[in-house]
């Protein structure tokens, strides 16, 4: 189970689940923020709106963005070391994990793109959409957890 990282895999997989902390906590930091900045340009109040761009920019740049390239990296280390990338049946809940990091690396991307709308002024998404949208990281995890521990397919 250990393939060409050897006796290595089980600290790459701890660094793994370390990075995937420090991101989904990004992850479910900034969707917050954004609910805040936006509430405060529908407010009128540019001076605390300047502070949301302020903490997004430094969320973004401090925890979301490097952990995410940690976790990439990392786990297509540990993916590699399964033998993804060399045939090895039984890795269906593999596939479906790495479909929805995938899904999370988009919506991560959204995010980032809808902050700068914020930053712009431009409001595209009602306060009550923007909070719904606040539950896509949960749900991910929800379901990543139970394919990494269950394993069903």
């Known amino acids: 189970m250990i393939g060409l990282l050897g006796p290595a895999y089980e600290w790459v997989k701890a660094a793994h689940i370390i990075f995937v902390i420090f991101w989904m906590a990004g992850m479910f930091m900034m969707p917050r923020y954004l609910v805040y900045h936006q509430e405060a340009l529908v407010a009128g109040d540019a001076a605390d709106a300047a502070r949301w761009v302020e903490r997004e920019g430094k969320l973004r740049s401090i925890i979301l963005t490097p952990a995410m390239i940690a976790v990439w990296g990392l786990g297509l280390l540990l993916a590699a070391s399964l033998g993804l990338f060399s045939g090895v049946p039984g890795l269906g809940w593999l596939h479906a994990k790495l479909f929805l990091v995938l899904l999370l690396s988009a919506y991560h991307g959204w995010m980032v793109g809808y902050a700068k ?34 394993k069903p397919f």
Do not use: D, S, Y
Request: charged share 20%.
């Open 117 to 150: 709308k914020l930053a712009r002024g431009q409001m595209t998404l009602t306060g009550k959409r923007l909070r719904m949208i606040n539950e896509v990281p949960a749900l991910a995890a929800t379901i990543i957890v139970v394919l990494v521990i269950v």
